[in-house]
T-cell receptor, first 113, second 110 residues
Framework: QQQVKQSPQSLIVQKGGISIINCAYENTAFDYFPWYQQFPGKGPALLIAIRPDVSEKKEGRFTISFNKSAKQFSLHIMDSQPGDSATYFCAASRRYTGNQFYFGTGTSLTVIP | DAGITQSPRHKVTETGTPVTLRCHQTENHRYMYWYRQDPGHGLRLIHYSYGVKDTDKGEVSDGYSVSRSKTEDFLLTLESATSSQTSVYFC?????????FGQGTRLTVV
């Protein structure tokens, strides 16, 4: 059973456009929602994370929007660049309780120059 | 990669043989994890550890065992490798808030 559902599976965006990736979860005990970025041949790297007590977090061109009532969160990449082309994973966890991270199935983003 | 080293980086093994993958971290992180990554499945947790000699099963633990005798080392053993265990394996370590991943081990079972 997939604890975190992620869409779309793949995404193609023009340079300068906005990339949007969506995730949904069921377990209301989750209290930490990170996004990871993975380049080919590399391990996932933490990109940005949010806790459910805020509805939005922004770091540079990357923004997480969080809707606690809908149990959904999304990653927005503004002014998308070819260097953003990678696979993105959302995840959810319960902090400090074994801290198992449950990952979505990933979104392959291609930014066309 | 936050001081996390996996070895080997690539391995080809035969069905039925035992295989051990190694993970070493230099961050003194309490938590360590083993994930497998497969197309269409994302990253799935195999086992995790919340301290020396303290481990627990993840969502896909069948056929795998782990050991953690020191804070810095976390071993994953495939007791009798099967073709379904062909995958990319990632080790991670963390503080309880964040997880930092290694570079991965590509394992092929033939």
């Amino acid at each position: 059973q997939q604890q975190v559902k992620q869409s779309p599976q793949s995404l193609i965006v023009q340079k300068g456009g906005i990339s949007i990736i969506n995730c949904a979860y069921e377990n209301t005990a989750f209290d930490y929602f990170p996004w990871y970025q993975q380049f080919p041949g590399k391990g996932p790297a933490l990109l940005i994370a949010i806790r459910p007590d805020v509805s939005e977090k922004k770091e540079g061109r990357f923004t997480i929007s969080f809707n606690k009532s809908a149990k959904q969160f999304s990653l927005h990449i503004m002014d998308s660049q070819p260097g953003d082309s990678a696979t993105y994973f959302c995840a959810a966890s319960r902090r400090y309780t074994g801290n198992q991270f449950y990952f979505g199935t990933g979104t392959s983003l291609t930014v066309i120059p | 990669d936050a001081g996390i080293t996996q070895s080997p980086r690539h391995k080809v093994t035969e069905t039925g043989t035992p295989v051990t993958l190694r993970c070493h971290q230099t961050e003194n992180h309490r938590y360590m994890y083993w994930y497998r990554q497969d197309p269409g499945h994302g990253l799935r947790l195999i086992h995790y550890s919340y301290g020396v000699k303290d481990t627990d099963k993840g969502e896909v633990s069948d056929g795998y065992s782990v050991s953690r005798s020191k804070t810095e080392d976390f071993l994953l053993t495939l007791e009798s490798a099967t073709s379904s265990q062909t995958s990319v394996y990632f080790c991670a370590s963390g503080t309880g808030m964040q997880a930092f991943f290694g570079q991965g081990t590509r394992l092929t079972v033939v």
